[in-house]
């Protein structure tokens, strides 16, 4: 177990709708980065938050936005779903005082888009 | 050319085997590398990390980098049934953030 938690575990949403997925990291980490793996692929950078500011985005529309609270717990944002948008979302935790500013994922939430 | 790079497999491997997994990348300045194994319908769970040329070895599993050739590579001996999973290769290129880039993994089956 890595310490970070994430919720819901599943979620079914229709195109169009809007969701919101939410992570808390492991004690003492004060980065949360959001990732986006489809069936078949590695995940894929979303944005990571540190100190409460979005500090990097990857390559996704801004339908897809974030939030970090003062106690590093996070939430991921998704205006207008599209079917693409069907996937596997996972949070990772991280310290950057470390030396590899290892990155450590919660169990993920499965998100369905019909 | 993708950032990160890897057989997808499957890689079948009898018990007790040697496991060989292999990942290339392009940007040559990448700092970090990272082995992930992820089981299926689970999430990706840390298993290497390695920043230094040469070797690295924790219990059963060695990872080998080699920045001049961009390749980083994980040994898993003795190989198990319940080695069998996914495995993916991450880098943290260089500058900026903490984004990690991750293969599209390859996937290990060790056959009893």
């Known amino acids: 177990e890595t310490g970070v938690t994430q919720s819901p575990t599943h979620l079914i949403k229709t195109r169009g709708q809007q969701v919101t997925l939410r992570c808390s990291s492991q004690?003492?980490?004060?980065?949360v980065s959001w990732y986006q793996q489809a069936l078949g692929q590695g995940p894929q950078f979303i944005f990571q938050?540190?100190?409460?500011?979005?500090?990097g985005r990857g390559n996704f529309p801004p339908r897809f936005s974030g939030l970090q609270f003062p106690n590093y717990s996070s939430e991921l944002n998704v205006n207008a779903l599209e079917l693409d948008d069907s996937a596997l979302y996972l949070c990772?935790?991280?310290?950057?005082?470390?030396?590899?500013?290892?990155?450590?994922f919660g169990p993920g939430t499965r998100l369905t888009v019909l | 050319q993708k950032e990160v790079e890897q057989n997808s497999g499957p890689l079948s491997v009898p018990e007790g085997a040697i496991a060989s997994l292999n990942c290339t990348y392009s940007?040559?300045?990448?700092?970090?590398f990272f082995w992930y194994r992820q089981y299926s319908g689970k999430s990706p769970e840390l298993i290497m990390s390695?920043?230094?040329?040469g070797d690295k070895e924790d219990g059963r599993f060695t990872a080998q980098l080699n920045k001049a050739s961009q390749y980083v590579s994980l040994l898993i001996r003795d190989s198990q049934p319940s080695d069998s999973a996914t495995y993916l290769c991450?880098?943290?290129?260089?500058?900026?953030?903490?984004?990690?880039?991750f293969g599209a993994g390859t996937r290990l089956a060790v056959h009893p």
């Open positions: 940007d040559r300045g990448s700092q970090s």
């Open positions: 004690s003492g980490h004060n980065t």
């Open positions: 991450a880098v943290r290129l260089s500058g900026g953030y903490n984004k990690l880039i």
């Open positions: 390695i920043y230094s040329n």
């Open positions: 990772a935790s991280s310290f950057p005082g470390t030396r590899n500013n290892e990155q450590f």
């Open positions: 938050y540190y100190r409460e500011e979005e500090n």
